[in-house]
């Protein structure tokens, strides 16, 4: 599956942004979905993943209540709606798929069997 991931930017301390990933070449709902960020001078961390049928999501705390995500299995994409956003968000984002392989699987953690290219977000204080 091929993973294009858009919508970083710049913004200020409070402010919001959609990261949008579109996903083709696989059966879409075939995947779990997730986006990771990677700080400087740290290690990639899965912040969110989402389950095929969009009802079940994770979110690593420190972004619980301010990021949600979300799937559209029509349009083959998922998307980060990002809230209140603050200084230490400040990463690179990546969206990653994982392949479904047996009947009871997890969405946290993910594997990253797939990966996008990464959209870049800078908050400001």
């Known amino acids: 599956v091929q993973l294009q991931a858009s919508g970083g930017g710049l913004v200020q301390a409070g402010g919001s942004l959609r990261l949008s990933c579109a996903a083709s070449?696989?059966?879409?709902?075939?995947?779990?979905m997730g986006w990771f960020c990677q700080a400087p001078g740290k290690e990639r961390e899965l912040v969110s993943s989402i389950n095929p049928n969009g009802r079940n999501a994770y979110y690593v705390d420190s972004v619980k209540g301010r990021f949600t995500i979300s799937r559209d299995n029509a349009k083959t994409t998922i998307y980060l709606q990002m809230d209140s956003l603050q200084p230490e968000d400040t990463a690179v984002y990546y969206c990653a798929a994982d392949a479904i392989r047996q009947i009871h699987y997890v969405i946290h953690p993910m594997r990253g069997d797939y990966w996008g290219q990464g959209t870049e977000v800078t908050v400001s204080s």
């Open positions: 070449g696989r059966t879409f709902t075939s995947f779990v």
